[in-house]
């Protein structure tokens, strides 16, 4: 279960530090897409959302928000299957939860807390193939 201590304390650039490390370990694989135009990289991903009100392991697709002003780090899932607006954080910023990249399986984990998550969350994204 997800405690408090799930919730790490890290500035804005470490986490997009710990963005780009996991965008640089997955560079070539098939289901990283890059549009520089937009400013985006789209990614097919398992998503593993863990929190004390609910959990669920879902397929869906990613996109990592980059060099985009404002939004510069901003991470957005599809909705798919249960994984749904109504019952999870389908948007994450840097400035609002942390991230950290994962190197034993060079996963991304977003954390966070939130009343409609019922405290601590944590959100881990695994690269998969499209």
Same mark, same amino acid.
């Given at each position: 279960?997800?405690?408090?201590?799930?919730?790490?304390?890290?500035?804005?650039? &470490?986490?997009? %530090?710990?963005? %780009?490390?996991?965008?640089?370990?997955?560079?070539?694989?098939? $289901?990283?897409? #890059?549009?520089?135009? @937009? $400013?985006?990289?789209?990614?097919?991903?398992?998503?593993?959302?863990?929190?004390?009100?609910?959990?669920?392991? &879902?397929?869906?697709?990613?996109?990592?928000? /980059?060099?985009? #002003?404002?939004?510069?780090?901003?991470?957005?899932?599809? &909705? /798919? $299957?249960?994984?749904?607006?109504?019952?999870?954080?389908?948007?994450?910023?840097?400035?609002?939860?942390?991230?950290?990249?994962?190197?034993?399986?060079?996963?991304?984990?977003?954390?966070?807390?939130?009343?409609?998550? #019922? #405290?601590?969350?944590?959100? %881990? @994204?695994?690269?998969?193939?499209?």
């Amino acid at each position: 279960m997800i405690g408090r201590s799930a919730v790490p304390k890290q500035s804005y650039i &470490e986490s997009i %530090n710990q963005m %780009n490390t996991f965008i640089s370990a997955w560079k070539g694989h098939p $289901g990283l897409v #890059g549009d520089v135009q @937009l $400013g985006q990289t789209i990614i097919s991903t398992i998503v593993e959302y863990e929190a004390k009100r609910r959990s669920i392991k &879902e397929r869906t697709r990613v996109v990592i928000h /980059r060099y985009a #002003g404002p939004d510069d780090g901003k991470i957005s899932l599809d &909705e /798919r $299957g249960k994984l749904v607006v109504e019952k999870y954080h389908l948007d994450f910023h840097p400035r609002w939860q942390a991230y950290s990249f994962i190197p034993a399986d060079k996963s991304l984990r977003i954390t966070g807390e939130s009343d409609k998550m #019922g #405290g601590a969350y944590a959100v %881990n @994204l695994t690269p998969t193939s499209p």
